[in-house]
């Protein structure tokens, strides 16, 4: 018998919609996507803030914070890249059944692992948040000096140069930061939760 074959799920008494009842508004993942430098961590930040001063009940998970430790173990080949997107979305899923606002600002270069996420949710329950910008801009901003660093020749297999990244095909929100500020940016996701209803229940 394997190890498996001895674990059953325990039910709670407190279900995702009593918590969402106590906290009068959705659960949900805000999924933020994009190039090193588009602007991913800046924005969820400034949401996240937002968000907490309306009393929306929120936790936002960074790709750098959880390398520091749920996914320290992990580096950046192809499949560690895939294992650190796969625990981060069985993570955001428990956040979603606590009942809060969860906001994850990772690179997930890989479509096909973005959407191993959305389906592990309701069809409700994910939001991908395409942070678009050029190259170049990234380039020009460069706020943690990692593309100094590629050109270096210090670091190989970075996103965007030398390792792919793939662009959502059909994200619900895109911010193009070539062009939009960070206010314009959250200002423009919050329009979006509140026309579909996210941060008050019915």
Partial sequence: MTES?????????????????LNNHKSVVLWFTGLSGSGKSTISVELEKELHQMGVRTYRLDGDNIRHGLNKDLGFSPDDRKENIRRIGEVSRLMVEAGLVTLTAFISPYREDRDEIRKMMNHDEFIEVFVDASLETCKSRDPKGLYKKVRAGKITGFTGIDAPYEAPVK????????????????????SYLKTKGYLIND
């Fill in 171 to 190: 994200p619900e929100i895109t911010v193009n930061t070539d062009v939009a500020g960070v206010e314009e940016s959250v200002q423009a996701i919050m």
């Fill in 5 to 21: 074959e001895n674990i059953s799920w325990h039910y709670s008494k407190v279900t995702k919609e009593h918590r969402r009842q």
